[in-house]
């Protein structure tokens, strides 16, 4: 079982930046692939960053050079930093986690058996 707990969503204007984490409560000793997805209003959730327990990680182009996921394996936490935030961007933030998932299904919510509650991210122009 895993559960995720995430925070750090909060209203910036546009060109700001935020930190959000994402706390994992995990009871074996196998470790996720760990991903983050968003859903704006009227639209379907889509995958934003992955990382798997390697270190590999995979972004979203919309987010690419502008994003970046990381984790802190000893306190089980895994980040997503925020730059250069438009208000496209503006939308729930979901922390997720998954096993055996493939390279080409990272991004695919489907994977991904576990989810947070979610985190708002909203920007102003």
């Known amino acids: 079982q895993v559960q995720l707990v995430e925070s750090g969503g909060g209203s910036v204007q546009a060109g700001g930046s935020l930190r959000l984490s994402c706390v994992a409560s995990?009871?074996?000793?196998?470790?996720?692939?760990m991903g983050w997805f968003r859903q704006a209003p009227g639209k379907e959730r889509e995958g934003v960053a992955s990382?798997?327990?390697?270190?590999?990680?995979l972004y979203a182009d919309s987010v690419k050079d502008r994003f970046t996921i990381s984790k802190d394996g000893p306190k089980n936490t895994v980040y997503l930093h925020l730059n250069s935030l438009t208000p496209e961007d503006t939308a729930m933030y979901y922390c997720a986690a998954g096993y055996d998932i493939t390279w080409d299904r990272t991004l695919s919510e489907d994977a991904y058996n576990y989810w947070g509650q979610g985190t708002q991210v909203t920007v102003s122009s």
């Open positions: 995990i009871d074996t000793p196998n470790r996720p692939v």
């Open positions: 990382i798997y327990p390697g270190g590999g990680r």
